[in-house]
């Protein structure tokens, strides 16, 4: 959470004009202050973008843009929504799904707009708009925690724990941000949650303003007109009341403010997994050892408890460890996700221990008087009592609305986690979104399916609001090729060792034909594995640059690597066939190994193919193509990221020829035209750019 509630919120008075629509129109025309005052591209895309999201800011309507690669969406969004915040004194949330796009928000675009607002006069007054980039609350330091752990150590951490506290409380005096990922080596967990913002002891009646990390961020918050959040943080914070919590009749995080969700894309995905429960073993583990851990004799109940609460720590873990054994041991021994439809046959064996350590924590901390140590106790006990409440929920199985499963997982495999979502997300997406009488703006470069939305605002509930597709201005007719390989063996079990040795000898053939670098999308982790062991090595005695994912770097690190490269080769999974922006010949392939169908097997997709089913629909058509085909269209865009980039998409899935959906695929990209390849065939016919 990032905790944005605020005493001094209040309704706003009526807002003045918004000058945004006329200021868009001269910005961005062709002759305007972008083309002849910064000497920009106009373009038309552009344009039309940019005034299309004026109106439905200036109107507090919703919208879905798609803008293909290349338009210039953020500034299409960025300069109108800015002017529109200027004037109306409200807040511009812009969310992102991935870091990537975020650091060009916060280093690249929002510099641009400083410097388009400071070139005409009639922008001047917009030139010093404040903005902000939100991050959990967890993640930054308070100063009055710290300054709490460093004093109560002995209780708290055992005596090889003190020195990590006294790395951070070094480092704290030299940050800037107070930001956990500065601190390197990141800080061991089991320190940093005593320290870190994400506390009810953190709060503006507790810490000083100018000291603490996330209260200053705050501050700045409060006067920014422009918020960089990412999808989760943002739908976390509206499962957890957003705008409607603070009593705005308007707004979505905020009261009044108004939302862009760039890489729109993802929202559903994003949503689904945030309006559910998560709970995990690890979880239960660490919020009962933060109280009190009979091992080392330390926790906040060793200073502010007795025996007798920490005996009924000491009893919650050890029923929670019967309860989650008992789960993984029954449910889990034979596959790592099980769909849970009924109610379990199971003690409730958490349930009183939890009740219990509720009662004790809330007594102990009304014997405190008001200040920062009783908050901690009230917060403890509030974690408590919601985590007992969605425990009972999950164990119960009585929301239709919602899928239920466990899943096991952690290096080995012994964390268990409790896990629903809902179904059908659009009513939670209308409610926290659509109708909160604001402007929602939705856009990415695949939003749409055979070059209709509907799709997509169906997903989200969002039927009727008005939904615009424009292209890109890039020339993809003489910058892009497509190949396909026609004598790839269909996926099948009975050919699935003939099916690997087809992809290794088609990867090894288009990599080692293409001088700059490549891009391997797969949708199996296994696959990828069994071709990375066969190719890495003849990479290697190439001079080859070789780099995948899971090995030892983040993707944005791998990104970065292959950019530096010129001619490397990096393999990845579901993550990469998205935000991954590698600009120029260091990126001229992309191999695509297989089309990114959804395995129909996880809970929430059958869950949903269920529901599309029981209602009349086809699930192939209504759920796993869609989603398919969107995928799809992310992966082959990791291509052609600038006006000059050129290079070739490679597709070794001989089932967009042989399938009837496989021409959707093919109508999908910017470039319709196609090579077939064969082992026979490809010497001559396989051409990438020189």
Request: aromatic share 8%.
């Amino acid at each position: 959470m990032i905790g944005l509630h605020d005493d001094t919120d209040s309704s706003p008075p009526p807002p003045p004009p918004s000058r945004a629509p006329e200021f868009a129109a001269k910005i961005f025309a062709e002759g305007g202050w972008l083309h002849e005052g910064l000497q920009l591209e106009h373009r038309p895309q552009q344009e039309q973008m940019a005034r299309t999201v004026a109106a439905a800011m200036k109107a507090d309507e919703p919208l879905l843009f798609e803008a293909g690669t290349g338009v210039g969406k953020s500034l299409a969004y960025l300069l109108p929504g800015i002017i529109h915040a200027v004037d109306q004194s409200r807040q511009l949330i812009v969310s992102t799904h991935t870091i990537s796009l975020q650091e060009q928000l916060e280093s690249k675009d929002l510099p641009l707009c400083r410097r388009v607002f400071r070139s005409t006069p009639e922008l001047q007054p917009y030139a010093d708009f404040k903005s902000a980039v939100l991050v959990g609350k967890s993640n930054y330091l308070c100063t009055t925690r710290l300054a709490a752990a460093l004093r109560d150590k002995q209780e708290l951490f055992a005596s090889p724990e003190h020195s990590e506290l006294q790395r951070i409380a070094a480092w704290a005096e030299t940050s800037r941000d107070g930001l956990r990922h500065e601190l390197s080596p990141a800080p061991a967990p089991e320190v940093w949650e005593w320290v870190c913002a994400d506390s009810s002891a953190c709060s503006r009646k507790h810490c000083d303003g100018e000291r603490c990390f996330y209260q200053r961020v705050r501050a700045r918050l409060r006067l920014a007109q422009v918020i960089i959040v990412n999808h989760s943080l943002l739908f976390a914070n509206l499962n957890a009341g957003g705008a409607a919590e603070k009593g705005g009749s308007r707004g979505v995080l905020f009261p009044d403010d108004f939302v862009v969700l760039d890489e729109g894309h993802t929202v559903p995905e994003v949503a689904t997994e945030h309006f559910g429960l998560r709970l995990s073993s690890y979880g239960t583990d660490r919020m009962l050892k933060y109280l009190y851990n009979p091992k080392t004799r330390r926790g906040l109940l060793a200073k502010h408890g007795g025996a007798f609460e920490q005996q009924l720590v000491a009893d919650a873990l050890e029923a929670a460890e019967q309860f989650f054994g008992f789960l993984r041991d029954k449910l889990l021994d034979k596959q790592p996700v099980v769909r849970v439809r009924d109610a379990l046959d199971c003690d409730p064996w958490l349930d009183a221990p939890l009740l219990a350590l509720i009662k004790a924590v809330g007594a102990r901390a009304d014997q405190l008087d008001e200040g920062r140590e009783r908050d901690e106790l009230l917060d403890q006990r509030g974690r408590l009592k919601t985590y007992q409440t969605s425990l009972r929920q999950w164990l119960a199985v009585a929301d239709d609305k919602f899928v239920f499963w466990l899943e096991r997982s952690g290096r080995r495999q012994n964390i268990v986690t409790l896990r629903t979502a809902p179904i059908d997300v659009a009513p939670y997406l209308r409610e926290e979104l659509l109708e909160r009488h604001t402007s929602v703006v939705f856009t990415s470069a695949t939003l749409a399916m055979g070059g209709q939305i509907l799709p997509f605002q169906q997903r989200i509930g969002a039927t009727d609001a008005r939904a615009v597709v424009v292209q890109s201005p890039f020339d993809f007719a003489r910058h892009m090729r497509v190949y396909v390989a026609a004598d790839v063996p269909l996926p099948s079990p009975q050919g699935a060792r003939l099916a690997i040795e087809s992809l290794i000898d088609y990867i090894r053939f288009c990599v080692l034909q293409t001088s700059g670098g490549t891009l391997v999308l797969f949708t199996s982790y296994h696959d990828m594995r069994q071709v990375a062991d066969v190719l890495a090595p003849e990479f290697a005695r190439e001079s080859r640059p070789f780099f995948m994912q899971g090995e030892e770097f983040s993707r944005t690190e791998l990104t970065r690597k292959l950019q530096a490269a010129g001619n490397g080769i990096l393999f990845g999974t579901d993550s990469f066939w998205a935000g991954v922006d590698v600009p120029g010949p260091s990126l001229s392939q992309v191999i695509i190994t297989r089309l990114p169908f959804d395995l129909p097997t996880h809970p929430v997709t059958e869950a949903r193919s269920e529901w599309i089913r029981d209602h009349g629909g086809n699930p192939f058509n209504e759920l796993t193509l869609p989603d398919a085909l969107i995928k799809f269209r992310q992966g082959a865009g990791r291509l052609i990221r600038t006006a000059t980039d050129r290079g070739v998409i490679t597709i070794l899935d001989a089932r967009i020829l042989a399938k009837s959906y496989g021409s959707l695929f093919l109508e999908s990209l910017p470039q319709t035209q196609f090579t077939k390849l064969t082992r026979e065939t490809r010497g001559e016919q396989f051409h990438p750019f020189a």
